[in-house]
Structures are given as structure tokens and as C-alpha cells.
């Protein structure tokens, strides 16, 4: 510890523990209230976040807290099963998380295609900002995306009418939106490590409260422990229900792929410690039981946060530590404060943080490894907005596993006719799966009547059933035009299992 202290450690974890603070203390109330919950949700997250996850987690410089990737899935949650549903599901999920980083299946939440995880940050930002612009003029978001992104001109006529939401509350908003954005592109390089939100929410909330504007402002409880809803024997029962384990299994695998994905973004950052992947999974489980135990937000390691962190100069996890000591200071102290902040403005950081969410430049990126890539972000991104979160996912994931079959089904076949009439071979080179029986049938349908074809199979890997099936009708068949296969059936069959040997 003498050591800690002489090389310098403590104070720069110090000052990376405050510009994280800064950074974090926005983002969770905003979070909470894009999840349908309320601001002490997401603060209660964001302190276990810091104080429990930063002391087990396997990634030291990583930020764990509310993350806007899981706001859409809680929203949904609990418009559809109530406030009493999110402590048992994220309990539960907490708990697949622990299991998972103890059997050493860390780096397995890692199989995860880049184009799908990058198309469902694309979707989920898409998302926040369909939703966010209601809020930000004092609304009420609706149910799905494509509902929210209908209902925006009524809820702007609603506005300007005085029938529902506020004008005043949309200059809120835009206002938080345009200090952010200002401050990005102008804020001088000695106070890079200030973060725009903080800015915005202190500029726009002394504007709000000396000019008294009549707009919603944050509800935060004066007792931070009176937000905490420690789940009933029925609620748990409730987790025999299908959806609601299908909700736990979907929040334990999206919170892991985030994490484990930002942990490596994280560790390509600095040139400290590096991941453990497994330890840092049990420490987000172990995380996520609590807060399912408080009944708050479920949490994921967070990329915003941990970036600040690294940039900031933090040197070992006692950065991330002291932050979750920040905050549950500052919301048992200073809840008064926090009220002062209006809900437009939070709101106006989320459309913020959604659009940097959705960064198209991505199609450009992956489309150098493939155009099959990059459409596979695009569908991930439309199939979430159009559908929902797990929808949205799994097709990402089904045409991830198609365009793969594709490539490992690589064959070329080629007919070839000899100079003798009548006679012809039949080339198979590389894998002759179900997706290549199209070509081969094809190509078998051009063969002229009266033809011998010879089967070559010398440069084949592998046969399955479908290809076989297919060789054998049409050698059955062959008789009727005159035709004939010629196949060495041991030397084919020697490449149903992909193995080649000598006849």
C-alpha cells in the first residue's frame, strides 16, 4: 500500500475517479428514466457498479454502471410485467452471469460476430432516440420504435398547442443537445478530461431554476435506501414463468457481450493489466445479483465511462472504486441538488449519446471484411427498430451463421466434355453441402442426352446427405435420356464425414 501511495498511484486515480463520477452521475438518472424507472435505479446501479464490481472485476480500469444497451429491454420489461418483474429477472441474470464466469465461459460471450453487436448498439441507439425526443418535450414515449418515431409529429403539434408536453421543455433539450455538442468540438485540450453532459446539465439547470421555467425535474428520494425494493417470494415464483426466464437469459447474454466487449476495447486503451475475462464475467454477476436483490437497473461494463476513465490518467481499479463512493455521497447528500435537474435535459443527453450510438461510418468499416458484413449490421440495426431487441438480435445471429455456412460451403463445379462423344466429366471441388445443391443440380441439367459422366471427385472435401441424395436420383434417373454416372461410391462416401483417404 506505502508503495501505492509513493509512486503517485493515489492521486492519479484520484482525479480519474472524480471525471468518471462527472461522467457517470448524468448518464445513470438519464438511463433510469429511459427505462421506465426512476433516477435512484439507476444511481443505486451505478454505486454497486463501482464499489462491488471495481473490486472483483477482472478488467481494472473498466466502468461498470446502468448502460444505455440495456434500457430498451427494461423498458419492455417493465411496460409488459410491472416494476416488481426487474428485481427477480436481473437477479436472475446476475446469477447466469456468476455460473458462466465460473465454468471458464468468458471468452465464449466473446463468439459474438462484430456486424451483429455493432448492429445491435446501431438499433438500441436508434431506439433511445425514438423514444428520448418524446421525453424530451415532456411526453410520454410509446411502446415500440416505430410507434414513437409515428407519433413525433402529433406529439410536436401536442406541444405547440399546450395539450401535452412542453415547448419550453424542447428548448430544454436542445439546448443540453447544443452545449454537448459545442463543447465536443470546441472545448480546449487542457479541460478535455470536463464531460459535455456535466456541462449541460449544470449550464441548462441554473438557466431552468433562475428564470423559473415550468418543466419536469428529476424525482430522487432524500433517503437513497427508501428506492430499494428487495424482491418478494412471489415475485421470485414469478420466475418459473417462460418470458421471464427467456428475459433473464437475454439480459445475462447481451450485458456479457457488451461487457466483455468493451473490457477488450479497454484493454486495447492502455498497457496495464489485461482482461481476465472470466473473473471480470463472475464480478458482473455477482453485481447484477445485487442490484436484482435492490431491485435497480442491471448493469454492464461501460465503454463512455471506462474510456474516461483510461483518459483521465487512472492507474488500478481504486479509480473505479472511489467513483461508486462519489456517487452514493453525492445522492445521500445532495438529493436536493440532483431535483433541480430537469428530466428534458437528461433526455436531451440520451438523444445525444443514441445518435453517437449509431454510427453508419461502421458499414464502411466492415464492409473491408465483406459486404456481407456490413449487411449484416444494416439487417441487425432495421431488424431491431422494426421488431424488438431479441428479434432483432437473433436474426443478426441467423444471417451471421448463413453467410458462414455459405463460406465454408465454397464449391466450384465444373462440366467438362472430352473429345470422345458422348462422353464427359463432372468436377466437385471444395464442399458439397445443401446450399450448393442448386449449382450441382443445375449443372447436372446440362448435361446433353446420351452422355457418360465420369464423377470426379479427387478435390473434394467434404459430401453431405443432400448433395449424395441428389448424385443418386439423378443416376438413377440417367437411363431414361440415355445417360450415365460413373462414381467410385467408397472413394465418395470416404468425404461424408470431410476426411479424405485413399480409396
Request: glycine share 10%; proline share 4%.
Amino acid at each position: 500500500m506505502s508503495q501505492y501511495f509513493k509512486q503517485g498511484l493515489f492521486g492519479r486515480d484520484l482525479l480519474g475517479s472524480i471525471v468518471v463520477f462527472l461522467v457517470a452521475l448524468p448518464l445513470c438518472m438519464g438511463i433510469a428514466i429511459a427505462s421506465g424507472m426512476p433516477p435512484a435505479a439507476g444511481l443505486i446501479t451505478g454505486i454497486v457498479g463501482g464499489l462491488v464490481v471495481g473490486m472483483f472485476a477482472g478488467s481494472p480500469l473498466q466502468v461498470s454502471g446502468p448502460a444505455a444497451g440495456l434500457a430498451v429491454l427494461v423498458f419492455e420489461l417493465v411496460r409488459e410485467h410491472g416494476v416488481i418483474a426487474l428485481g427477480p429477472v436481473v437477479l436472475l441474470a446476475g446469477l447466469i452471469q456468476i455460473a458462466a464466469g465460473l465454468c471458464r465461459v468468458g471468452v465464449w460471450f466473446r463468439m459474438c460476430s462484430p456486424a451483429v453487436v455493432a448492429g445491435m448498439l446501431s438499433g438500441i441507439g436508434v431506439l433511445i432516440v425514438a423514444s428520448q425526443l418524446h421525453v424530451l418535450m415532456d411526453a410520454l414515449p410509446k411502446a415500440r420504435g416505430l410507434e414513437n418515431f409515428a407519433a413525433l409529429p402529433g406529439a410536436l403539434i401536442d406541444a405547440v398547442q399546450g395539450e401535452a408536453g412542453s415547448l419550453t421543455a424542447l428548448a430544454v433539450g436542445v439546448a443540453t443537445i447544443a452545449i454537448m455538442l459545442g463543447w465536443e468540438k470546441l472545448r480546449p485540450a487542457k479541460l478535455r478530461f470536463v464531460p459535455g453532459a456535466l456541462l449541460a446539465v449544470i449550464a441548462v439547470t441554473a438557466v431552468v431554476q433562475f428564470a423559473g421555467l415550468s418543466v419536469k425535474t428529476v424525482d430522487v428520494p432524500s433517503n437513497l435506501l427508501s428506492a430499494v425494493t428487495l424482491p418478494s417470494f412471489g415475485s421470485l415464483a414469478g420466475l418459473l414463468e417462460p418470458s421471464l426466464m427467456i428475459a433473464a437469459l437475454t439480459f445475462a447474454f447481451i450485458a456479457s457481450a457488451e461487457t466483455l466487449l468493451s473490457a477488450a476495447a479497454v484493454d486495447r486503451m492502455h498497457d496495464g493489466v489485461r482482461t481476465n475475462f472470466d473473473r471480470e464475467l463472475t464480478a458482473q454477476g455477482i453485481g447484477n445479483t445485487i442490484c436484482g436483490l435492490f431491485g435497480a437497473l442491471p448493469m454492464t461494463g461501460v465503454i463512455v465511462r471506462s474510456a474516461a476513465n483510461v483518459q483521465a490518467g487512472s492507474a488500478t481499479r481504486m479509480a473505479t472504486i472511489m467513483h461508486g463512493g462519489w456517487l452514493l455521497v453525492f445522492a445521500s447528500l445532495l438529493p436536493w441538488l440532483m431535483r433541480m435537474t430537469p428530466v428534458a435535459c437528461l433526455a436531451g443527453i440520451l438523444v445525444f449519446t443514441g445518435i453517437k450510438m449509431v454510427n453508419f461510418k461502421q458499414v464502411k468499416a466492415l464492409a473491408q471484411y465483406g459486404k456481407g458484413t456490413a449487411w449484416i449490421y444494416v439487417a441487425t440495426t432495421v431488424a431491431i427498430v422494426a421488431t424488438d431487441l431479441l428479434a432483432g438480435v437473433l436474426i443478426g445471429f441467423a444471417l451471421s451463421l448463413f453467410r458462414l455456412a455459405l463460406h465454408s460451403s465454397r464449391l466450384k463445379v465444373g462440366l467438362d466434355h472430352h473429345e470422345e462423344p458422348g462422353t464427359a466429366s463432372l468436377r466437385l471441388e471444395g464442399s458439397a453441402t445443401f446450399l450448393r445443391v442448386p449449382s450441382v443440380a443445375r449443372t447436372l441439367e446440362r448435361v446433353p442426352p446420351n452422355t457418360r459422366v465420369q464423377l470426379e471427385v479427387d478435390r473434394l472435401h467434404h459430401v453431405d446427405q443432400a448433395c449424395l441424395e441428389l448424385l443418386r436420383e439423378w443416376g438413377r434417373n440417367a437411363s431414361a435420356r440415355g445417360c450415365e454416372l460413373v462414381v467410385d461410391w467408397q472413394q465418395l462416401n470416404q468425404r461424408v464425414e470431410g476426411v479424405r483417404r485413399a480409396a
